[in-house]
């Protein structure tokens, strides 16, 4: 299970099958956890909803460290304006999870820990 702050956002499950889904580097050790970490803060993007569409094929992400700061993904092109120098940045990863969350899972992620775990964090 992952955590962003004090939230449970996401299992481990769902973040291999997003990562495998999306055929992301799983490849070492050192590869596969920064992968699912990077996976992890994309979730917790989407939970804390800071996506927002602009059209099909555009998004506003919201900054988690940086209050008023926005990046801007573009999926047609595969971009996104953060610092960030890996192609699959955490908020191209958030957009890809925010459009595909119901194909991937079926419920969205935020339904799946509702059901889980009560408001309290514990096991339902």
Not at 49 to 63: A, G, I, N, Q, W
Request: one cysteine or more; hydrophobic letters at 40%.
């Amino acid at each position: 299970m992952f955590k962003f702050g004090c939230s449970t956002v996401i299992e481990l499950e769902d973040a291999m099958a997003f990562a495998n889904h999306y055929r992301l580097d799983l490849a070492t050790p050192a590869r596969r956890r920064e992968t699912l970490h990077r996976v992890a803060r994309a979730s917790a993007i989407v939970h804390f909803k800071h996506v927002e569409p602009v059209d099909d094929f555009s998004f506003l992400v919201r900054s988690q460290s940086q209050l008023g700061i926005q990046y801007d993904v573009y999926f047609y092109k595969g971009v996104c304006n953060c610092p960030d120098s890996c192609p699959w940045c955490k908020h191209i990863l958030a957009c890809l999870w925010w459009w595909d969350q119901k194909e991937i899972f079926g419920l969205t992620a935020s339904q799946r820990m509702l059901e889980k775990y009560h408001a309290n964090g514990r096991l339902a």
